[in-house]
């Protein structure tokens, strides 16, 4: 029975088309982010255990607001948890806050998401019908006079707020679980899984969950090269349309 289920949560995914496989050398700048290393998580604080008991979102999303699992909540303006349905077919992982997210508190508001909502736009994906969320829920960032420099979190930064998306996974349900970059990789797969050797295909999660690995938004906006970025832009949005494909509950209506 275990067996068949896993299969049937395989089969439901169909490979997307090849032309989402095409490898440019500009894509794989991605892989090269140096993986970091998983450690195992930390003890759970109070509001993560209370957390984990919790089976609706909203409350798992207050005691979110009192996280104190690693150092990051210190600096940040606040916990910023995923956002979107309930019960949603995608659920989309991004690294961290930024800046413009930190201080709205609310995921993939700034320029990262701008470019995020027009690429689910072109693939036909409605936002307000997927859950986006991040691996880390507290901007990380060093003062540089009256800026905020955007930092990576690290191994561990990632394993304590892993409960968070966990928790929100199993309540989330979704049938598609997409990566967006390394940091989101590490904490949908618990383990470092470099981008270019898993982008653009499902892989199995659990029987109810398949993963999609593709890069982050914010890479296409650092891609220096005009051409190589525009080329960049058409593989994400080639892949949405391939998650738009396999998901459609969360499908623009045809007008
Ligand atoms: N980058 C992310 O990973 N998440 C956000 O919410 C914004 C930018």
């Known amino acids: 029975m ?3 289920q896993r299969n049937r949560a395989t089969d439901a995914f169909i490979l997307p088309p090849t032309e989402i496989r095409r490898s440019t050398m500009a894509a794989h700048a991605e892989t090269e982010t140096k993986p970091q290393r998983m450690r195992s998580s930390p003890p759970l604080d109070a509001a993560q255990r209370a957390g984990m ?6 409350a798992v999303r207050q005691d979110a607001e009192g996280c104190r699992a690693c150092p990051l909540y210190r600096n940040a303006t606040q916990t910023v948890f995923g956002e979107g349905p309930d019960r949603a077919e995608i659920m989309f992982v991004g690294e961290q806050p930024g800046d413009k997210e930190d201080l709205a508190g609310k995921p993939f508001v ?3 998401g701008q470019l995020f909502d027009r ?4 693939a036909g ?12 829920k507290h901007f990380k960032f060093e003062p540089r006079g009256k800026i905020r420099l955007h930092m990576k979190p690290n191994g561990s930064e990632i394993a304590a707020c892993r409960p968070w998306f966990e928790k929100e996974k199993a ?3 979704p049938k598609l679980v997409v990566a967006l970059g390394a940091t989101a990789a590490q904490s949908v797969f618990g383990k470092a899984t470099p981008i270019g050797k898993n982008r653009g295909h499902v892989i199995p999660l659990d029987a109810e969950t398949g993963a999609f690995v593709t890069v982050h938004p914010s890479y296409l906006l650092r891609v220096p090269d005009a051409e190589a970025k525009a080329q960049e832009y058409e593989r994400f949005v080639a ?4 998650i738009a494909e396999l998901t459609p509950a969360a499908r623009r209506r045809a007008a």
């Open 239 to 242: 892949e949405l349309r391939a």
């Open 53 to 58: 008991a919790e089976t609706d979102l909203d």
């Open 119 to 122: 690429a689910l736009a072109e």
């Open 2 to 4: 275990r067996h068949r």
């Open 110 to 112: 700034g320029p990262a």
């Open 125 to 136: 994906i409605e936002r307000k019908k997927v859950y986006v969320t991040n691996a880390v």
């Open 171 to 173: 309540l989330v349900r």
